[in-house]
């Protein structure tokens, strides 16, 4: 079986752990790559066919062709379910590739049973499976906890908190911020990434001329701005570290972690569940989308995004479990079992 994944591989190892394990032969390309004879097209983020940036009406014609043509080759199109909109907002373009995506493809793979069954009724004719998001076994370096807090400086009495992924919006870091003060834990320490600044409110990228004449009132403007996250960042019990993400760094701070906290309030899925699942850490998430349902068969725990003061207590319970069990609850995310499915999928799709 020949399959051609839509964009090029990055830094993200979610699809690498089902390579490794399936017997299908995956190959990364683009909507140009139509020379070779493939058994199906398998499409994850839309945005990723683009290399993440917005298309062009020209780009998103010529994606209409691409999958008109695979449509008159009875080249199956397959559509791993990650996002129902774009992380950082939808612009119209946007709205019409994810459109394109949902129209044109045959088969919905999802995560969990709450988007297969909203989305069975929106697309009641497509094939909706769903199949589980597999655990990070080969590519992350699992380490002890006393080793990855050596690496990050990070007492051994700590308690130590992992915001896993990115904090993309506002709502998110606030959230999260005023979970930090209210949480009234003895050595707590929440540790991130990079933490997400308050920007000048007009994008001044592509405007030449405003940015000559702005400048000097955005650095005014971002400086007083961000005054508040500065004086935290300046806490002993806040480490938002500054350095480029990759494995190795992630490996550390979910090592060095006693909770790992899902930031997200209006998301669909999280891979970070699987990580801080992969590492045999505490997790703790929003009750929301697909993440309702793992947090729950797993044993792990959720809270109400719109509640905070039900996140502090979740996280005061989580800090005080020694070890999470979940035991036989992972066997199906496991690289070889989730492989197995999608091995299953795309020969039933020849057929």
């Known amino acids: 079986m020949n399959v051609l994944i839509l964009g090029f591989r990055d ?61 008159q080759e009875n080249c199956p199109i397959v559509h791993c379910f990650h996002n129902e909109r774009r992380h950082y907002g939808m612009t119209s373009n946007f709205e019409t590739l994810y459109k394109l995506v949902w129209t044109y493809a045959d088969v919905f793979i999802h995560f969990g049973s709450y988007s297969k069954m909203k989305y069975e009724k929106m697309y009641p004719e497509k094939v909706h499976e769903v199949i589980p998001h597999p655990l990070y076994l080969n590519s992350f370096s699992k380490i002890s906890k006393t080793i990855g807090r050596k690496h990050l400086e990070i007492s051994e009495k700590s308690k130590v908190i992992y915001i896993a992924g990115k904090l993309r919006k506002k709502a998110e870091r606030d959230f999260i911020l005023k979970a930090f003060d209210k949480l009234d834990v003895e050595d707590k320490l929440f540790l991130g990434h990079i933490l997400l600044k308050n920007k000048f409110p007009i994008d001044l990228s592509a405007r030449i001329g405003l940015r000559k004449l702005l400048s000097p009132i955005k650095k005014v403007y971002e400086y007083c701005a961000n005054f508040d996250l500065r004086k935290k960042l300046a806490s002993e019990d806040i480490k938002f570290l500054e350095t480029p993400v990759n494995t190795k760094v992630i490996s550390n701070c979910v090592a060095a972690s006693d909770v790992v906290l899902i930031p997200r309030l209006d998301s669909l899925n999280s891979g970070s569940i699987y990580l801080g699942f992969t590492f045999n850490k505490m997790v703790v998430g929003p009750a929301i989308g697909n993440m309702k349902e793992i947090l729950e068969k797993t044993g792990a725990y959720s809270f109400n995004p719109e509640n905070i003061n039900l996140l502090v207590n979740t996280l005061k319970e989580a800090l005080n479990v020694n070890e999470p069990n979940y035991g036989v609850n992972l066997e199906a995310m496991y690289p070889k079992n989730v492989a197995k499915k999608w091995d299953e999928l795309f020969v039933n799709l020849k057929q």
């Open 11 to 71: 830094a993200n190892p979610f699809f690498d752990e089902i390579e490794k394990e399936s017997s299908t032969h995956f190959t990364y390309g683009t909507i140009q790559d139509i020379n070779t004879n493939y058994d199906a097209i398998l499409i994850h983020w839309p945005e990723k066919i683009f290399n993440w940036k917005e298309p062009s009406i020209r780009d998103l014609d010529t994606f209409t062709t691409f999958l008109k043509t695979r449509k």
